[in-house]
Nanobody, 127 residues
Framework: QLQLVESGGGLVQPGGSLRLSCAAS????????IGWFRQAPGKEREGVSC????????NYADSVKGRFTISRDNAKNTVYLQMNSLKPEDTAVYYC????????????????????WGQGTQVTVSS
């Protein structure tokens, strides 16, 4: 069974940090572009960041540039999202997604579809 599982979410104070993980089972992520998305209550799902299959290219939404860093460890079949300087507006459910054929220049476009999605992990930024 092909599955993506996110972990690492939680409650953090403004200015704090979290590292999210996206682990794959049932398939290898080596050939997949991986995206991170988030959805806050009452809002549309938005793209946050993505990373190419090799890890050589990354994209970020303007709202997280300079604060979030995406990386991957193909040996561990895992992709990470390091989130620093967190703000209350970063509060959302965060999802990772995998796709072999997504156009990289569009990989964080709001509304874009990926082949596989995880179940999400809640991130709450609050004092």
């Amino acid at each position: 069974q092909l599955q993506l599982v996110e972990s690492g979410g939680g409650l953090v104070q403004p200015g704090g940090s979290l590292r999210l993980s996206c682990a794959a089972s049932g398939f290898t992520l080596d050939y997949y572009t991986i995206g991170w998305f988030r959805q806050a209550p009452g809002k549309e799902r938005e793209g946050v960041s993505c990373i190419s299959s090799s890890g050589g290219s990354t994209n970020y939404a303007d709202s997280v540039k300079g604060r979030f860093t995406i990386s991957r460890d193909n040996a561990k079949n895992t992709v990470y999202l390091q989130m620093n300087s967190l703000k209350p507006e970063d509060t959302a459910v965060y999802y990772c997604a995998a796709d072999r054929n997504v156009l990289f220049r569009l990989c964080v476009t709001t509304g874009i579809e990926y082949d596989y999605w995880g179940q999400g992990t809640q991130v709450t930024v609050s004092s």
